[in-house]
């Protein structure tokens, strides 16, 4: 990982020590020396404090079984081996899990950035009477945490047959993303200048058409940002998938892992645990290397443009 | 990931003014925002109002529904364990919003400078955020553990501990390390948000600050902290709102024991509902939840609100 998350840009930089202009900007050059020392020594504690905990976890993957299963005095690092990554995916049929919990995370991203692009959309350019209502509507999604009503919701997706579904979870995601992700789109689409669809409007351009051909590279940033927080929404999610999916077959990888851990394969192998948790690592390190500015601008945004 | 917003219709400076719409740019538009509305209206409105009913009978998983009135009510009232869970999640929730908060502002006064290296540190406190709290909980069954994992190891390296202990079999030492997980977990959020406000005051407000003889801990508590007020608000409800909802890494680490020490409200809920199959009674104690969280969405949108 050789990224580091930029902060955004700013007017004037205060923090690196003394404002630029500040009365005593000419400190003596020692105590400068002494601090920048001082920040890395901080700094590099503090790195190693977050990031040792997972690369631990990797190696201790790699470990054979019994050493993870071991007393303490029997620990070394000597015998690495993909093993239990062999050993979870032959033994306990860990490909199939993750092939669904890939393919609820693709599901529920994907559907996730059309269904609020086009509400966002609408909502900006195609206004009508009542759609602020709906947007009223989508937002008061945030107020109910899905976690409160899991119990009706499962009734009723019992009832229309989603239970038990790939398809249904996605939906179940998909509904929950909204409110974040039809709030930060319409941001998107309201910084688009009035005068850029008009134009495209008076050459004839029809509503999709101005979307793909005229809108998308605008948006794609905001876009981008909706399919990572739903793609790691739907892929780090316990609760959803245990209590929507019951058949073994359509378990994700969380909850196959929360069986292994909780010896519903027979005794409790730590190695395969461990594996399974690194597995469940991997694809959020990937997407964090690959768009990692994302993440600032969508939970910033998030969380705070009021 | 629970963000908020707060609810606008009025354009904005700098947002466009609403077109005055055709007729058929409003069935346009219609057609757009159907497949949202419909997914609100089926998966959430529906529910919620399904909930009333559920609530007012006892709704086996499998079985006879019967209607009960406010039967699930009075037993709920008088439900011990659910009360216990009810406050043991509240102190949950104050003791892991206010380390978090503690910890995401120290780290956020390291990493909002621009001097070398600042980059990185944030990259490596936002690892464990990224990762997220389901692959991090399986870690920790992993590695507290008696003798073999790696906590215990430390500790009797370190000469800290005699004896090997078993962290787990103790509600106290239980709930101090998933407070600790919590914070490790969510330490990079709380620090971007802090460090993005912090990064917004102007610097005139510290030199003048500094002219009347501020040093720098005096700038941060009389500038700083006060124009941060709005974003320590925000943290706050939202750090409450998670602690209320609080299950997977409870379900993962405790399964709410040893006994019901760590027994959450949603994990109480959870175990009524899918674990003793009374639907009824576990919908009827959600309520509280939904009113709980709710009443806070409420103090975020106003915090939020207030520019």
Redesign the interface.
């Known amino acids: 990982m050789t990224t580091s998350i930029q902060a955004p840009p700013r007017v004037t930089s205060r923090l690196a020590g003394t404002p630029p202009n500040a009365p005593h900007a000419k400190k003596a050059t020692a105590s400068a020396r002494f601090r920048t020392v001082l920040y890395a020594l901080i700094g590099t504690v503090v790195s190693v404090l977050f990031v040792a905990p997972v690369l631990w976890s990797v190696l201790r993957s790699l470990q054979p079984g019994d050493q993870i299963a071991g007393p303490a005095a029997g620990q070394s690092f000597t015998d690495l081996s993909l093993d239990n990554y062999i050993g979870l995916i032959n033994n306990i049929g860990a490909g199939s899990y993750i092939w669904n919990s890939l393919t609820i995370a693709l599901g529920s991203a994907v559907l996730s950035v059309v269904v609020t692009t086009l509400a966002a959309y609408a909502l900006v350019n195609y206004p009508f009477r009542g759609s602020n209502l709906a947007f009223a509507l989508i937002l008061l999604t945030m107020m109910v945490p899905f976690q409160a009503i899991l119990t009706p919701l499962f009734l009723e997706m019992n009832a229309l047959g989603l239970t038990d579904s790939l398809a249904g979870i996605i939906v179940f995601h998909l509904t929950f993303n909204l409110p974040f992700g039809v709030f930060l789109m319409r941001n998107s689409f309201a910084q688009i200048p009035a005068e850029v669809v008009e134009a495209a409007r008076i050459d004839g351009a029809g509503p999709l058409r101005i979307l793909f051909s005229v809108l998308r590279p605008m948006i794609v940033p905001g876009a981008v940002t909706v399919f990572l927080f739903a793609f790691l929404g739907a892929w780090g999610d316990f609760i959803g998938a245990l209590t929507f999916l019951t058949r073994q077959e359509l378990f994700t990888l969380p909850v196959a892992v929360e069986n292994v851990a909780s010896g519903a394969f027979g005794t409790v192998n730590y190695g395969y645990v461990i594996a399974g948790a690194v597995l469940l690592m991997l694809p959020c390190l990937i997407l964090y290397a690959a768009v990692q500015r994302y993440y600032v601008r969508g939970l910033v945004a998030g969380a705070v443009k009021g | ?7 606008q ?1 009025q ?1 904005r400076a ?3 003014a ?2 005055r ?1 055709s007729r058929r ?2 069935y ?6 159907a ?3 419909l ?3 089926v ?6 109002v ?2 009333v009913v ?1 609530s007012l009978t006892n ?1 086996p998983l499998v079985g006879e529904v019967e209607f009960n009135g406010i039967e699930n009510y009075v037993t709920a009232f008088a439900d011990t364990v659910f009360w216990g869970s009810i406050l043991y999640t509240l102190g949950f929730a104050v003791i892991s919003t206010a380390l978090g908060i503690t910890v995401g502002y120290l ?1 956020a006064m ?1 990493v ?4 070398r ?12 955020y ?7 909980s ?2 920790a ?2 590695e507290f ?1 008696p ?2 994992g ?1 906590l ?2 430390l500790l ?2 370190l000469g800290i501990t005699p004896a ?1 202990t078993a962290w787990l079999l103790d509600g106290t030492s239980a709930t101090v390390l998933i407070v600790l997980l919590g914070a ?1 977990v969510g ?3 709380t620090m ?2 802090l ?5 917004s005051i ?2 005139e407000l ?2 003048s600050a ?2 009347d003889g501020a040093g720098r801990w005096k700038q941060e508590f009389l500038v700083t902290v006060p124009l941060l007020k709005r ?1 320590l608000g ?1 943290l706050t409800v ?1 750090g409450f ?1 998670g602690a209320i ?1 609080a ?2 890494q409870f ?2 680490i405790t399964g709410g024991g040893p006994g019901t020490d760590t027994l959450t409200t ?1 994990l109480y ?2 175990n009524k ?2 674990g003793d199959l009374q ?1 009824g009674y ?2 009827a104690l ?1 309520f509280v ?2 009113v709980i ?2 009443g806070l ?2 103090i975020q949108f106003r915090v ?2 207030e ?1």
């Open positions: 990931m629970k963000t908020a917003t707060p609810y219709t354009p700098g947002e466009k609403p077109r719409a740019d409003s346009t538009g219609m057609l757009m925002l497949p949202a509305v997914l609100v209206a998966f959430v409105i529906v529910p919620l399904f909930a559920i709704w780290l390291l909002r400078s621009n001097r290296g600042a980059g990185l540190i944030r990259t490596a406190v936002f690892l464990p990224v990762i997220g709290i389901t692959s991090l399986f870690v069954i992993l553990r003798d073999s790696a215990d190891q009797l390296n090997p490790y330490a990079g959020f971007i948000i460090m993005s406000g912090m990064q102007p610097d510290y030199e500094q002219i974003y925000l939202m709102i909802l299950f997977t379900f993962i949603m809920v959870y509902a899918f639907v576990a919908t959600s939840v939904v969280a709710a969405t409420l939020m609100r520019d």
